[in-house]
C-alpha cells in the first residue's frame, strides 16, 4: 500500500498510526488459523455427519467479519477502547452468570449460550474485556 504522509483519509490515516510488525504477525496468525482449520476439521466434521469443509467455510465466513471489527476497534482513540471494554466486561459479566440459569448443558458442563442461529461462550469476552480493564487499571 502506498499512501502519502499528507493523505488524510481514513485508511491512511490508520495506515500510518498502525504497527506494521503487529498486523504482519496478525495476519500469519490469521493464516495459520485456516490451514489449521483445514488440517483439523474435515475428519472432525464428517464423524459429525457434516461435510468435510463445513467448518472451513464457517471459519472463512467469519473472517471478513472480525477483520473489519479489528479495523474497526484500531481506529478508536485509547479512551474510547477503555469505555468500550468497560462496558463489554459488564455484559460479559452478566452473559456469563446467564450461562448458570439459561446455558446449554454439553458434555455436563454449562458454558454456552445459544441464541437463534448463533451459540455464544461468554467467558471468550471476558479475556479481552479483562485484559483491557486490568492494563487500565494498573496504569492508573
Given at each position: 500500500m502506498k499512501f502519502a504522509r499528507i493523505d488524510q483519509s481514513l485508511?491512511?490515516?490508520w495506515w500510518w498510526t498502525v504497527d506494521r510488525w503487529s498486523l504482519a504477525a496478525l495476519g500469519m496468525l490469521i493464516g495459520f488459523g485456516v490451514v489449521?482449520?483445514?488440517?483439523?476439521?474435515?475428519?472432525?466434521?464428517?464423524?459429525?455427519?457434516?461435510?468435510?469443509?463445513h467448518f472451513v467455510r464457517r471459519h472463512l465466513a467469519m473472517l471478513p467479519l472480525a477483520i473489519g471489527l479489528m479495523f474497526a476497534v484500531s481506529l478508536q482513540p485509547p479512551r474510547s477502547i477503555r469505555r468500550i471494554a468497560v462496558i463489554g466486561f459488564g455484559i460479559s459479566l452478566v452473559?456469563?452468570?446467564?450461562?448458570?440459569?439459561?446455558?446449554?448443558e454439553i458434555k455436563g458442563a454449562r458454558r454456552?449460550?445459544?441464541?437463534?442461529?448463533?451459540?455464544?461462550?461468554?467467558?471468550?469476552?471476558?479475556?479481552?474485556?479483562?485484559?483491557?480493564v486490568a492494563a487500565w487499571l494498573f496504569s492508573e
Amino acid at each position: 500500500m502506498k499512501f502519502a504522509r499528507i493523505d488524510q483519509s481514513l485508511v491512511a490515516r490508520w495506515w500510518w498510526t498502525v504497527d506494521r510488525w503487529s498486523l504482519a504477525a496478525l495476519g500469519m496468525l490469521i493464516g495459520f488459523g485456516v490451514v489449521m482449520s483445514l488440517v483439523a476439521s474435515p475428519p472432525v466434521a464428517e464423524r459429525i455427519g457434516y461435510d468435510g469443509l463445513h467448518f472451513v467455510r464457517r471459519h472463512l465466513a467469519m473472517l471478513p467479519l472480525a477483520i473489519g471489527l479489528m479495523f474497526a476497534v484500531s481506529l478508536q482513540p485509547p479512551r474510547s477502547i477503555r469505555r468500550i471494554a468497560v462496558i463489554g466486561f459488564g455484559i460479559s459479566l452478566v452473559l456469563l452468570a446467564l450461562t448458570f440459569v439459561i446455558g446449554a448443558e454439553i458434555k455436563g458442563a454449562r458454558r454456552w449460550i445459544n441464541f437463534p442461529g448463533l451459540s455464544l461462550q461468554p467467558s471468550e469476552f471476558v479475556k479481552p474485556t479483562f485484559a483491557v480493564v486490568a492494563a487500565w487499571l494498573f496504569s492508573e
